[in-house]
């Protein structure tokens, strides 16, 4: 399944140390592509594993994730504005 994971960790002391450990959950599983949106393909079993490995580091009273699902990729239409990050851009 197609997969968007957005996520919202407040910034407070513990905040600051969990962002970079939620961050490199998602880069594990996910593409990166802008501040805290991740896009991906992941089969049920990758999906069930992510969201086991960030509620673990979430704080349900104050942080946040939303997980978008679709079949696949081509069922969504993205449109950007401004600019767009082009993953192929870091090749030398």
Not at 42 to 71: G, T, V, Y
């Amino acid at each position: 399944m197609y997969v968007i994971l957005v996520y919202d960790i407040q910034t407070d002391t513990d905040g600051k140390k969990i962002l970079p450990k939620v961050f490199k959950v998602c880069k594990k599983y996910l593409v990166h592509i802008q501040n805290s949106v991740f896009e991906g393909e992941l089969s049920p079993a990758q999906l069930k594993a992510l969201k086991i490995e960030i509620s673990k580091l979430i704080r349900e009273d104050c942080d946040s994730l939303i997980i978008f699902k679709n079949r696949q990729a081509k069922w969504l239409d993205k449109e950007f504005l401004g600019i767009k990050d082009d993953p192929t851009d870091n090749f030398l």
